[in-house]
């Protein structure tokens, strides 16, 4: 049972909420995790027992590709057995809800979003789904299927690569704009299940706080403190997967299952 403290806090993030009228939510691995998904940085540094460095980065891809296409193809197998939670519901009925004056902005690569019926998702890393072609650079979207160990390009034979933003790549500058636009302009923002520590993503947060006067009302979700708490003006701590449907419910808005 929640605390006296965090029912309060509940109550002043739906009361928040009840008088947005633009709403953006940052998401991060742990919207993920009551689905079963493995979070970025719960282990020690180490990503299903790999360094960053061998399997997120362009340099690791060029040195091993072998080794990365293990790693992603490990990933697409787990998540066809993976399907979204509530808290992941909960945010496409919000967007339901708010229509085109709600921005979803996600760091996962899982789709799970898109799963649940979100339909705006703007994907800052990528979707694990989808290949691009390292010669032609054609993008694809190939669902979970297993793709073998060095994928190759139908169109040009060239090696596929996942079609996911690695540590030292550029986000795809039309989906960072647009992230940033929406953060600029709303009243409330909630980040969901980060350690906000990733740039230029955790960077949407203070531009939520500080575009505008008064900035975002800024909502953390979250099992405990991150680095963005010093910027939330309310902390709801506990599972994402919880919170958000109590909030929703507390909105009065109806959560379908798609
Ligand atoms: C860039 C794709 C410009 C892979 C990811 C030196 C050189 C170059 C760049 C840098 C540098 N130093 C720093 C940088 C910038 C770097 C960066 O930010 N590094 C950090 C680590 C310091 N950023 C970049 O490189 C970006 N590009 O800057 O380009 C550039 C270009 C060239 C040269 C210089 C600069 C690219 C960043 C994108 C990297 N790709 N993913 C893949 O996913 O396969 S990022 C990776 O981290 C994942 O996408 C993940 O989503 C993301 C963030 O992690 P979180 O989602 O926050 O996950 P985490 O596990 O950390 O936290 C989970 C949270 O959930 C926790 O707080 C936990 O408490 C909470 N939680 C758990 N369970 C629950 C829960 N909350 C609620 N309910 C629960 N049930
Ligand atoms: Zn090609």
């Given at each position: 049972m929640p605390s006296m403290e965090s029912q309060?806090?509940?109550?002043?993030?739906?009361?928040?909420?009840?008088?947005?009228?633009?709403?953006?939510?940052?998401?991060?691995?742990?919207?993920?995790?009551?689905?079963?998904?493995?979070?970025?940085?719960?282990?020690?540094?180490?990503?299903?027992?790999?360094?960053?460095?061998?399997?997120?980065?362009?340099?690791?891809?060029?040195?091993?590709?072998?080794?990365?296409?293990?790693f992603y193809n490990g990933r697409r197998a787990n998540l066809q057995n993976v399907t979204p939670n509530p808290g992941h519901h909960a945010l496409a009925a919000m967007e339901r809800h708010w229509r085109d004056r709600f921005a979803l902005a996600t760091q996962n690569v899982d789709g799970l979003h898109r799963r649940a019926g979100s339909e705006r998702v703007l994907e800052l890393h990528g979707n694990i789904q989808r290949t691009r072609c390292t010669g032609c650079a054609q993008v694809e979207d190939r669902g979970l299927e297993p793709l073998g160990e060095l994928p190759q390009c139908p169109r040009c034979g060239a090696m596929l690569r996942p079609d996911i933003v690695w540590f030292h790549e550029m986000l795809p500058d039309d989906i960072l704009?647009?992230?940033?636009?929406?953060?600029?302009?709303?009243?409330?923002?909630?980040?969901?299940?980060?350690?906000?520590?990733?740039?230029?993503?955790?960077?949407?947060?203070?531009?939520?706080?500080?575009?505008?006067?008064?900035?975002?009302?800024?909502?953390?979700?979250?099992?405990?403190?991150?680095?963005?708490?010093?910027?939330?003006?309310?902390?709801?701590?506990?599972?994402?997967?919880?919170?958000?449907?109590?909030?929703?419910?507390?909105?009065?808005?109806?959560?379908?299952?798609?």
């Amino acid at each position: 049972m929640p605390s006296m403290e965090s029912q309060v806090e509940i109550e002043r993030a739906a009361a928040a909420l009840a008088g947005a009228e633009r709403v953006v939510v940052l998401t991060g691995a742990g919207v993920s995790a009551e689905s079963g998904v493995p979070t970025f940085r719960a282990s020690d540094g180490l990503w299903e027992g790999h360094r960053i460095e061998d399997v997120a980065t362009p340099y690791g891809f060029a040195s091993n590709p072998r080794l990365v296409w293990q790693f992603y193809n490990g990933r697409r197998a787990n998540l066809q057995n993976v399907t979204p939670n509530p808290g992941h519901h909960a945010l496409a009925a919000m967007e339901r809800h708010w229509r085109d004056r709600f921005a979803l902005a996600t760091q996962n690569v899982d789709g799970l979003h898109r799963r649940a019926g979100s339909e705006r998702v703007l994907e800052l890393h990528g979707n694990i789904q989808r290949t691009r072609c390292t010669g032609c650079a054609q993008v694809e979207d190939r669902g979970l299927e297993p793709l073998g160990e060095l994928p190759q390009c139908p169109r040009c034979g060239a090696m596929l690569r996942p079609d996911i933003v690695w540590f030292h790549e550029m986000l795809p500058d039309d989906i960072l704009w647009e992230a940033q636009q929406a953060a600029s302009e709303c009243d409330v923002f909630l980040v969901v299940g980060t350690s906000a520590v990733v740039y230029p993503a955790a960077g949407l947060i203070p531009l939520a706080k500080q575009t505008r006067t008064p900035g975002a009302t800024v909502i953390e979700i979250n099992l405990n403190a991150t680095e963005a708490s010093h910027l939330a003006d309310i902390g709801l701590y506990g599972p994402s997967g919880v919170i958000l449907p109590l909030l929703v419910q507390k909105l009065g808005i109806k959560v379908e299952h798609a």
